[in-house]
């Protein structure tokens, strides 16, 4: 009987995880940092609008970055050879919200901003290339 009441507890608290809504099942899943979805990237962008403690962040080229990015984002080159060194100038007690076309370039901003103490990131899942799918403005 036992066994069956651990295995019972096992199954509810597996199923719990698995069918959770996916943006919680993303929680941490970049570097212990949140993924967010478009519309939930969009609605924190919306809420943080002015805030001087909240950077949207692309770590694209600056080619990618001048033909189209999300408004009011800041730049800063994940491919360029100091891209350590200008993470390394940015404040750590800002919130982050960075982003790239996929996600790819993200997993490797968030690591280095993990190496270097930033506490307070959030990525968007999926990049620019999510965001224009669920119909969100960029400019230019």
Request: overall charge positive; proline content about 6%; aromatic content about 10%.
């Amino acid at each position: 009987m036992k066994t069956i009441c651990w295995m019972a507890g096992f199954v509810a608290v597996a199923c719990a995880f698995l069918f959770r809504p996916s943006s919680l099942r993303a929680q941490g899943a970049v570097e212990g940092y949140p993924n967010l979805s478009p519309p939930e990237a969009r609605e924190t962008i919306r809420k943080r609008s002015g805030d001087p403690r909240f950077v949207l962040l692309d770590v694209r080229t600056p080619k990618e970055f001048q033909a189209e990015r999300i408004e009011r984002a800041v730049m800063v080159d994940y491919l360029s050879p100091s891209f350590r060194d200008e993470m390394a100038k940015l404040d750590r007690e800002k919130t982050y919200l960075v982003y790239c076309r996929t996600g790819n370039r993200t997993q490797g901003a968030l690591k280095v901003m993990r190496e270097l103490g930033f506490r307070n990131a959030l990525h968007l899942a999926g990049g620019i290339t999510n965001w224009k799918e669920a119909g969100f403005p960029t400019t230019r």
